[in-house]
C-alpha cells in the first residue's frame, strides 16, 4: 500500500460497505501562496497533494471518490479569506476545507466553517484562542499541528536544558497573535524554570516587514546573553542575514521558534550553527532519520521525488491530516456503510491516534486539537545537504503532555496553557 | 555612546529610502499636479529588477560588475515611466482630478499583479553585496557597510537632485513648468517633453530607492503599497511638491521611527502615522508646503 | 455637462416610483428565487451601495474627493465591536445607533480639519486620516483585536431574538438580508431627500462655482462641513449593517485600498448620477467575487477594468446608460 497508510491497521484494505458514489470528493484548500508567508505556508498545499495522488492512485477515497483540491491564497487578507471560504462551501460545493497557515486567520475562519457546518482540518494556524475562546466547544473544526502554546514553552525548555545560565534575555517577535503568543508562554516557563532571567529589551516589527536593521540594533543595545524571537519565513531569512552583518550571533545566544519551519531550502549555508532553531515543536524532515520511524522516510522520499525539495512541518502536517481523514472515513464506513455523513466522520476523527511520518498525533474529543510530541533542535551545517539542517546528535523532544493544558483545565487568560503553567508547575529555586 | 551613532545611521538609511520615494512622488507633483497612487509600485518594480539582474541573472559575477548592475532598477523603472506617462496619463491631464487619481489607481493595481506574473509569489533576493562588502567597526560594534553606502546614495542623489533642479536649464525649465505651465509653454517651453522628463525622473528615484534597497532586504510583493502609503507620511510632513519637504520629511520619519522602535516598541507603527495625524492638525499643508 | 443639469432636473415623484418600487420588490424577493449564497452576496451589495451613496455625497455633489471613506465604514463596524465586546449588547437598533453617534464623533473631527481643503489636499488629508485610525486599530490589540479582529455574533433584530440552534446561513439569507433591504432602501430614500432639498442645492452650487457660491451667502466652509458628517454617517451605517454579516471586523476594513474601492464603485456607476453609486456598488461587488474566483491576478483585472472605465466611460455606467437614452429619444424624435 502506498504511503504510510499504517494508522494502526496492519491489514490490507478491505474493500467498503455499501454503495459509494463515485462523484469527487473536494477539498478547499487555502494556505500562503504568495508573499513572505509563502515559503512556510506553501508546502502545505503540496503535502496535501501528495497524499491526495497517493489515495487517487489506489482509485480515491474507499476506493470511488478522487480527491479534487480547489487552491484559495491566505495572502488575500483576513476579510477576503472569511468570503472565500463561504463560496467554496456555498457555490463550489466543497466536502472538507484544509489549511491555513496564520493565527490571524484561523480565529476568524472557524466560526464561519461551523456556521457553514462545514468539516474543517486546519493544518495550522495553531493559536490557542482558536479553541479557547473563538470556538470552545468545535464540531466540524479540527486542527492538526501543534497548539501554539507549545512553541514558546518548546523554546523555553529547551534554552532551560542548554542555556540555563542566562541572565538578561531580549525578544524579537512579529507584532500579531503569534508573536504574543510565543513571548507570553516563553516568559511563563522561564518565570517557573530560570527565575534569574530577565527580559531586558523587546522589539515588535509588523509582521511581512523587510527591515530589521533598528530591532537589531535595540537588541545589540541592551547587551543580552539570549535573543528569543518567532519570526519565520521570509522575515526570518531577512532578519538574520541582516542580523549577520551587525555580528548579533557573536554576541548573543539565540532561541527560535520557528526558524526551520520554511521550506528547508529557503535557508542559506550562511546561517550560524548551534542556534536553536525552532520547528512549530512539530517535524522537521531529518528527525526521526534513517529507519528509525520507515513512515517518515517514506514521505520525505516520495515528497523529494514528486517536488523536488524537501519537506517541512505544515507538509507533513496536510500530509497527516488528509490520512487521518481517509482513515476517518474508512472506519466510519466499516461501521455503518455506505458514504459516511459529516457526523460520522467527525465521531472517528476525535480521539483518533493516528502514526504520521513525525511521530504519533492524538486528537483529543473534548478540543479537537491534535497533540504531537514537541521537537526542537540546534542548526547545523551538514555536507549531505546543501542547506542547514537540525544537528541530529542534539535533538531535543519533550511529551506533549508536560506542556500543554490537560483535558478539563478551564479556559484561562492569556490561554489555558499560561494558566496551567503558572498555577502548577512547580518554581525552580535559583541556586 | 557608539550605539546613538549607529542608531543615526539606521536612521539615516531609512531616510535614504523614504527621501528617494517621496521625492519622487513630490517632484511628479510640483511638476504635473499628479499624485501617482502608483508610485510606490515604481519602488517595487526597481527592487524586483535589481533583485533579478544582482541575484539570478548575473550571480556569481565579480562585484564590480554588480555594482555597475544595481541601478538596473532605477532605469528599469524609469522606462516604464517614461511609457506610461504619454500613454496612460496625457490623456487626463485636461479631465478632472478625480480621474487622475483614478487611473494612477488603476495602474497601481495591474502593476501590483504584474509583478506577480513576471516574478512569481515568492520574495526575490540578491545579498551578495550585502554581504561581500562586510562590516566595519563603529566602537565596540559593527556595521554593515552596505548600509552606509545607501546613506551615500541617498545624500548623493539629494545633492545632485537640487543641482539639476536650481542649476540647469533644465530645471529652470522645470520649475517654470511648476510654477506656471501656461506662461512657460506661451514662452517656448515645449510642455509635454518637461512633463514626461519630469515623471520618467520621479519614477527613476522611485526605482533607486528599490534597487538599493534589495541587497539587505528583499523584493517583496505587496511592498509597493507599504511604500506609497510610507511616501504619503512624509510628504504630509515636508509638504507636498517641495523636494526640500521631502528631504526633512524623510529625515523626520526616519529618526522618529528608529527612536519609535527603540524607546516605545509597542507603538512602532503607530508612531508614524501619529506624527502624520499632529502635522495634519497643526500645518496641514506640511512644513514646506503650499496648500491651496 | 448634461449629465449634471439631469440630477438638477426635479423629477416628479410618480416617475420614481414607477421604477422605483419593481426593483424593490425584485429585490425582497430574491432569497425566495436564488441561491443563499447569491442572496448574502447581493446583500454584500447593498451595504456597500449605502457606503457608496453616502460617499457620493462629497464627490458627486459637493465635488470633493475623499479617498478615506474606510474610515468610517470601519469606524460603524468597530463601534457595533465593541458595543458585543464591552457592553454584550445584542441588539441591531442599538448597534446601528452606535454606529451613528461613532461616525458623527469621527466626521466632525476628521471633517472639521478636512474641509478646509480642497481638490488634492482633501484627498490626501481624508487618506492620511483614514490610516491614522488604521494604525491605531492594528497596535491597540487589547482593544480591537489587532489583526486577529473583534468578533461579532448574530445579532437580534427588532428585539427577535433568533436562536443558537437556527441555521446561520437561513439567517443571513432571509431575516438580515430583508433587514438590510429596509435599511437600504431609508437610506436611499433619504439621501434623495437631501439631494434635492435646498441644502443638496447649495451643496451642487458650491461644487459648481464655488466663488459665486460665496457671493450668494453660502457659508462654505460649513455646508462642506454638514456634508462631510452627512456622508459619512451613511457609510458608517454601511460599516455596523456590514459587520453581523462579515461575523468579524478587522483593521483590513479601515486599509487604504479599501477606501480606493469605494472610489471605483462610485466611478463605476456613475458619480455625476444619483442612482450611480447604488448600480456602482453591487455590480463591482460582482465584479470582485468573480474576478477573485476566476483568477489569480484578479487585481489585474480590476485595474484594468478601472483604466479602461476612466478613458472610454467616464460617466459610468449609468451616466453612459442616461447618454444612450437620450441620444436614442433624439433619433426617435427626429
Not at chain 1, 546543501?386 to 506533549?400: S, W
Not at chain 2, 506617462?85 to 483614478?102: A, D, G, I, V
Not at chain 3, 415623484?13 to 418600487?21: D, F, G, N
Request: proline share 5%.
Amino acid at each position: 500500500m502506498a504511503g504510510f497508510g499504517l494508522a494502526g491497521v496492519a491489514h490490507a484494505q478491505d474493500k467498503p460497505k455499501g454503495t459509494i458514489p463515485d462523484k469527487p470528493f473536494k477539498i478547499g484548500h487555502m494556505t500562503f501562496f504568495t508573499g513572505a508567508g509563502a515559503v512556510l505556508g506553501e508546502p502545505m498545499y503540496k503535502g496535501n497533494l501528495l497524499a491526495a495522488d497517493e489515495i487517487n492512485a489506489q482509485g480515491g477515497l474507499l476506493g470511488k471518490r478522487k480527491i479534487e483540491i480547489l487552491k484559495a491564497d491566505e495572502a488575500a487578507g483576513t476579510d477576503a479569506n472569511t468570503k472565500e471560504m463561504r463560496r467554496l462551501k456555498l457555490s463550489e460545493k466543497i466536502d472538507l476545507f484544509m489549511g491555513i497557515t496564520s493565527s490571524g486567520n484561523s480565529p476568524a475562519l472557524g466560526p464561519v466553517a461551523e456556521e457553514l457546518k462545514l468539516l474543517t482540518m486546519f493544518v495550522d494556524g495553531c493559536t490557542d484562542f482558536l479553541f479557547d475562546k473563538a470556538v470552545p466547544n468545535p464540531r466540524y473544526i479540527f486542527r492538526i499541528t501543534n497548539i501554539q502554546s507549545a512553541d514558546g514553552s518548546t523554546c523555553a525548555v529547551g534554552v532551560a536544558l542548554t542555556w540555563p545560565d542566562v541572565k538578561k534575555v531580549a525578544h524579537i517577535h512579529p507584532d500579531y497573535s503569534y508573536g504574543r503568543n510565543c513571548f507570553d508562554h516563553f516568559s511563563i516557563v522561564t518565570k517557573k524554570l530560570l527565575p534569574k532571567a530577565q527580559n531586558v529589551s523587546e522589539a515588535w516589527p509588523k509582521l511581512f516587514s523587510t527591515d530589521f536593521t533598528p530591532h537589531i540594533t535595540k537588541t545589540l543595545a541592551a547587551k543580552p546573553d539570549l535573543l528569543v524571537t518567532s519570526l519565520w519565513g521570509g522575515d526570518y531569512n531577512a532578519f538574520y542575514k541582516q542580523a549577520l552583518q551587525h555580528g548579533l550571533f557573536e554576541k548573543m545566544k539565540v532561541a527560535t521558534t520557528l526558524a526551520f519551519g520554511s521550506a528547508p531550502q529557503s535557508v542559506g549555508k550562511d546561517h550560524p550553527e548551534g542556534v536553536l532553531t525552532g520547528v512549530h515543536s512539530n517535524y522537521h524532515f531529518t528527525y526521526p532519520a534513517g529507519n528509525r520511524w520507515p513512515a517518515n522516510k517514506t514521505f520525505v522520499e516520495k515528497y523529494k521525488a514528486k517536488f523536488n525539495e524537501y519537506p517541512n512541518f505544515q507538509a507533513e502536517g496536510a500530509y497527516t491530516s488528509t490520512y487521518a481523514l481517509k482513515t476517518a472515513i474508512e472506519k466510519a464506513n466499516k461501521l455503518m456503510g455506505g458514504w459516511p455523513d459529516d457526523e460520522a466522520i467527525i465521531s472517528q476523527l476525535e480521539g483518533m491516534m493516528i502514526a504520521g511520518p513525525g511521530g504519533y498525533v492524538y486528537i483529543r474529543p473534548d478540543n479537537h486539537q491534535g497533540y504531537k510530541d514537541a521537537i526542537t533542535g540546534f542548526s547545523k551545517n551538514v555536507p549531505e545537504y546543501p542547506f542547514p539542517i537540525l544537528d541530529p546528535d542534539r535533538i531535543i523532544t519533550i511529551p506533549i503532555r508536560n506542556i500543554t493544558a490537560p483535558p478539563g483545565w478551564p479556559k484561562g487568560e492569556p490561554t489555558s496553557t499560561y494558566t496551567w503553567i503558572d498555577q502548577t508547575w512547580p518554581q525552580v529555586k535559583s541556586a | 555612546m557608539d550605539i546613538l551613532v549607529i542608531h543615526l545611521f539606521n536612521a539615516l538609511l531609512y531616510a535614504s529610502v523614504l527621501f528617494l520615494i517621496a521625492g519622487g512622488l513630490s517632484l511628479i507633483y510640483g511638476v504635473m499636479r499628479i499624485v501617482n497612487l502608483a508610485h510606490g509600485n515604481l519602488f517595487a518594480l526597481g527592487a524586483f529588477i535589481t533583485a533579478s539582474a544582482v541575484g539570478q541573472w548575473f550571480a556569481g559575477s565579480s562585484s564590480a560588475l554588480l555594482f555597475l548592475l544595481l541601478p538596473a532598477g532605477a532605469v528599469g523603472a524609469a522606462l516604464i515611466g517614461a511609457i506610461l506617462e504619454p500613454t496612460l496619463l496625457r490623456p487626463f491631464y485636461r479631465r478632472p482630478e478625480e480621474y487622475q487619481l483614478l487611473v494612477t489607481f488603476g495602474i497601481l493595481m495591474i502593476l501590483e499583479d504584474l509583478m506577480r506574473f513576471i516574478w512569481g509569489p515568492y520574495p526575490v533576493s540578491a545579498t551578495t553585496l550585502f554581504e561581500q562588502m562586510g562590516s566595519m567597526k563603529v566602537g565596540e560594534w559593527i556595521y554593515p557597510r552596505y548600509n552606509l553606502l545607501v546613506i551615500a546614495i541617498g545624500a548623493l542623489a539629494a545633492l545632485f537632485l537640487w543641482a539639476f533642479i536650481y542649476r540647469t536649464n533644465f530645471g529652470v525649465m522645470l520649475r517654470a513648468t511648476s510654477q506656471d505651465m501656461r506662461r512657460a509653454s506661451a514662452l517656448g517651453v515645449n510642455v509635454n517633453l518637461v512633463y514626461v522628463q519630469a515623471f520618467t525622473i520621479g519614477c527613476f528615484m522611485a526605482g533607486l530607492a528599490g534597487a538599493i534597497i534589495v541587497p539587505s532586504q528583499s523584493a517583496v510583493l505587496g511592498m509597493g503599497v507599504d511604500a506609497l502609503v510610507l511616501s504619503f507620511i512624509v510628504v504630509v510632513v515636508g509638504g507636498l511638491g517641495s523636494l526640500e519637504g521631502a528631504l526633512v520629511g524623510a529625515l523626520i520619519v526616519g529618526l522618529i521611527r528608529e527612536i519609535g522602535i527603540s524607546v516605545f516598541p509597542e507603538i512602532e507603527l503607530a508612531v508614524l502615522y501619529l506624527i502624520a495625524a499632529v502635522v495634519l492638525l497643526v500645518r496641514p499643508a506640511g512644513l514646506f508646503g503650499k496648500a491651496t | 455637462m448634461t449629465a449634471t443639469l439631469s440630477a438638477l432636473k426635479t423629477r416628479s415623484p410618480l416617475k420614481i416610483v414607477v421604477w422605483a418600487v419593481p426593483i424593490a420588490v425584485l429585490l425582497a424577493l430574491a432569497p425566495y428565487v436564488i441561491e443563499p449564497y447569491h442572496t448574502i452576496l447581493l446583500g454584500y451589495g447593498l451595504i456597500y451601495a449605502i457606503a457608496v451613496l453616502g460617499f457620493n455625497l462629497l464627490l458627486g455633489y459637493t465635488g470633493l474627493l475623499s479617498f478615506g471613506h474606510s474610515a468610517y465604514f470601519g469606524v460603524g463596524a468597530y463601534a457595533v465591536a465593541f458595543m458585543v465586546k464591552y457592553l454584550h449588547t445584542q441588539s441591531m437598533e442599538l448597534f446601528l445607533l452606535g454606529a451613528i453617534v461613532a461616525s458623527v464623533l469621527v466626521t466632525t473631527l476628521f471633517g472639521y480639519v478636512c474641509v478646509r481643503y480642497t481638490r488634492i489636499f482633501f484627498s490626501i488629508l481624508t487618506l492620511a486620516l483614514s490610516q491614522v485610525l488604521w494604525s491605531l486599530a492594528f497596535k491597540f490589540f487589547w482593544v480591537t483585536g489587532g489583526t486577529d479582529g473583534l468578533r461579532v455574533p448574530t445579532p437580534k433584530l427588532l428585539g427577535v431574538v433568533t436562536g443558537e440552534h437556527e441555521d446561520k446561513i437561513e439567517f443571513l439569507s432571509h431575516g438580515y438580508y430583508h433587514y438590510v433591504l429596509v435599511v437600504f432602501i431609508a437610506c436611499v430614500a433619504l439621501m434623495w431627500l437631501i439631494v434635492h432639498s435646498p441644502f443638496g442645492k447649495a451643496l451642487q452650487a458650491i461644487r459648481d462655482n464655488e466663488t459665486r457660491a460665496r457671493f450668494v451667502g453660502i457659508q462654505i466652509r460649513r455646508y462642506r462641513l454638514v456634508a462631510f458628517l452627512v456622508s459619512g454617517v451613511f457609510t458608517g451605517i454601511a460599516g455596523a449593517l456590514w459587520v453581523p454579516l462579515n461575523g468579524l471586523t478587522t483593521p483590513d476594513i479601515l486599509y487604504w485600498p479599501f477606501s480606493g474601492e469605494i472610489v471605483f464603485m462610485a466611478v463605476l456607476g456613475g458619480f455625476r448620477n444619483f442612482t450611480g453609486p447604488i448600480v456602482g456598488a453591487v455590480v463591482f461587488n460582482y465584479l470582485k467575487t468573480y474576478a477573485v474566483g476566476f483568477t489569480v491576478y484578479w487585481q489585474a483585472l480590476l485595474g484594468l477594468v478601472l483604466v479602461v472605465l476612466v478613458v472610454v466611460l467616464p460617466t459610468g455606467i449609468v451616466g453612459t446608460a442616461k447618454l444612450l437614452a437620450a441620444a436614442a429619444r433624439r433619433r426617435s424624435a427626429r
